[in-house]
């Protein structure tokens, strides 16, 4: 039997340049299944790859409950050689799988703990006390909530899911704000976690472990965050930071000793970190390669020497060494580079876009990590990382250069900026009916196995 790879819900870019890897490197297939129906057919039919015989060796549908027998299905039926976490949802069934099927690539306890973030930070305490981790803790309710931050002195706190990401459902609290006004943000949930706020400007630093634990950073990036919506501390791009910056080597130092406290093995990072006035302090460490395609401009920044893809792939696959990451600091350091994001100000439907083609035209332009909205397409009030209208990558000479060029990327990209004329309604109203036919369920859809 050939050799095959369990990887979920692959409809993403990065799950694709994963599936063409292992086909590549190894001639395993892909053993794909999806955990939501909704998701599932709203994205599956944009990456033919994913019905690919040549690629994959079988689909199955897997609701919460049902991988238990799901990873019973795969010991009998399958020879799962590796399992890929494409992305931050994946971490923790990934360990589970391949505990369930003896993987030597196998961590349960500590993916288990990148899922969960006061586990974690409290490991690290545990594992590193001289490394400095802000106060956290689970709370159940509005009023613990307020007592905790009184009881731990926090002047200002945060309130976020305990296992979520993307800075969705982030909250900022005072420690004079009203318990009614934490309510409001509560939603129903059964629990919340609380970290202590940390000021100062926040980066996100990546990099790769081997197996036998040694960590390499791959780069910097400083975040642009400002206040959208009524919503604090949303992305609106970010720059990389140069490797000679003392910033670098104060990130890089303070990942790695992070990221040997995990435990990790085998596996990518993306360490999101803050700096003060007292140094660094973590916020929150994945088990994955960095998000929104941000990978593919790392790959950039290093010339094309480095393919974070190839070196995380090999990891997932093997425990046998890689070699020294290809990284080409050179070229990395030869330019400013940033990431442009735009935010949606209200919830609406796209009728007519401008200035896209000026952006393109622009010598500093170099690539979309998320191309503007399509015509009919439907943009949804910012709130969260992934609320953005479109992602463009820039360069410059220096860092000024390409904040000038950001600013000019925001003012020439309008939709709906013009008068939406009865042509334009039709198309949009053509591309909303295409979509929804897209998304009914195919023949390959069907045909799954559930295991609920």
Not at 274 to 279: A, L, P, Q, T
Request: hydrophobic residues 40%.
């Amino acid at each position: 039997m050939d050799g095959q790879y369990v990887i979920q819900d692959p409809y993403h870019d990065y799950a694709i340049r994963f599936m063409y890897q292992m086909h590549r490197n190894y001639d395993w297939k892909a053993v794909c299944f999806y955990t939501n129906t909704a998701d599932l057919r709203r994205s599956f039919r944009s990456y033919p790859q994913l019905r690919d015989p040549e690629m994959v060796a079988a689909s199955y549908r897997v609701s919460d409950g049902g991988l238990p027998r799901f990873i019973d299905h795969l010991r009998t039926a399958h020879d799962v050689r590796a399992v890929i976490p494409h992305y931050e949802p994946a971490v923790r069934n990934a360990g589970l799988i391949a505990a369930g099927l003896g993987l030597s690539w196998s961590q349960p306890e500590v993916l288990a703990r990148f899922r969960d973030k006061e586990a974690m930070k409290a490991h690290l305490r545990r594992t590193d006390p001289s490394l400095r981790v802000n106060v956290s803790q689970v709370v159940t309710s509005p009023d613990e909530a307020v007592a905790v931050a009184a009881g731990q002195g926090l002047s200002r706190y945060v309130l976020k899911p305990n296992d979520g990401f993307g800075n969705v459902g982030v909250a900022f609290f005072e420690a004079h704000s009203p318990v009614e006004r934490v309510a409001a943000h509560w939603n129903g949930s059964p629990s919340l976690l609380l970290e202590e706020y940390v000021a100062g400007d926040e980066y996100h630093c990546d990099g790769q472990v081997d197996a036998q634990g040694t960590v390499t950073i791959t780069d910097v990036f400083r975040y642009h965050r400002g206040m959208v919506n009524g919503k604090e501390n949303i992305e609106l791009g970010s720059n990389r930071i140069a490797s000679t910056s003392p910033i670098f080597s104060t990130l890089a130092d303070y990942t790695v000793r992070v990221m040997e406290a995990t435990g990790l093995r085998r596996s990518p990072f993306h360490a999101e970190v803050k700096i003060d006035e007292h140094g660094p302090c973590l916020i929150e460490v994945a088990a994955r390669l960095v998000g929104v395609k941000t990978a593919d401009v790392v790959n950039f920044m290093h010339g094309g020497a480095l393919d974070v893809f190839e070196v995380a792939g090999h990891y997932y696959a093997s425990a046998q060494p890689f070699g020294p990451l290809p990284t080409d600091w050179r070229a990395y350091d030869s330019r400013a580079i940033w990431q442009v994001a735009s935010a949606v100000n209200r919830t609406e439907r796209v009728f007519n876009l401008q200035g896209v083609d000026e952006v393109e035209a622009m010598p500093e332009f170099l690539f979309w990590t998320e191309r503007p909205p399509e015509i009919g397409e439907r943009l949804h009030r910012t709130t969260d990382i992934f609320g953005s209208a479109y992602i463009a990558v820039v360069q410059g000479p220096s860092d000024d250069v390409a904040a000038q060029t950001a600013e000019r990327i925001r003012r020439l990209i309008r939709w709906n900026g013009n008068r939406v004329t009865p042509a334009q309604r039709a198309r949009a109203a053509a591309s909303l009916v295409d979509r929804r036919v897209r998304q009914l369920p195919s023949a390959a859809e069907r045909r799954m196995v559930h295991y609920p």
